[in-house]
């Protein structure tokens, strides 16, 4: 059982910066997609940033310049750093795992494991 733990989150001011991490238990599988995601209020959850086994990595383009995602294999834990935050960002961030590798990492429904999540607060 893959079992994923955030943290990190907190609140922060407008062009501020966070890092948010992500543990895990163990990989699904020796090909994996690692994702972010998010849910405002409100809003539904949106894929913000996502890995995969070989370190591809992609984003929304909404974080394109502004949010990084990496991983440390050593210690199984995923990061996004998030930096110029807008109050727009403010939303719970959840990361998600999946076995294997689809094209671009896939949607939300492709991720069969994921973590409670860890707010973001973001104020202008």
């Known amino acids: 059982q893959v079992q994923l733990q955030e943290s990190g989150g907190g609140s922060a001011n407008s062009g501020g910066s966070l890092t948010l991490s992500c543990g895990a238990s163990?990989?699904?599988?020796?090909?994996?997609?690692m994702g972010w995601f998010r849910q405002g209020p409100g809003k539904e959850r949106e894929k913000v940033a996502s890995i995969n086994s070989f370190g591809t990595t992609s984003y929304a383009d909404v974080v394109k310049g502004r949010f990084t995602i990496s991983q440390d294999n050593a210690k199984k834990t995923l990061y996004l750093q998030l930096n110029n935050l807008k109050p727009e960002d403010t939303a719970v961030y959840y990361c998600?795992?999946?076995?294997?590798?689809?094209?671009?990492?896939?949607?939300?429904?492709?991720?069969?494991?994921w973590g409670q999540g860890t707010q973001v607060t973001v104020s202008s």
């Open positions: 998600a795992a999946m076995r294997g590798i689809v094209w671009d990492c896939g949607v939300a429904r492709d991720y069969e494991h």
């Open positions: 163990k990989y699904p599988s020796d090909d994996y997609c």
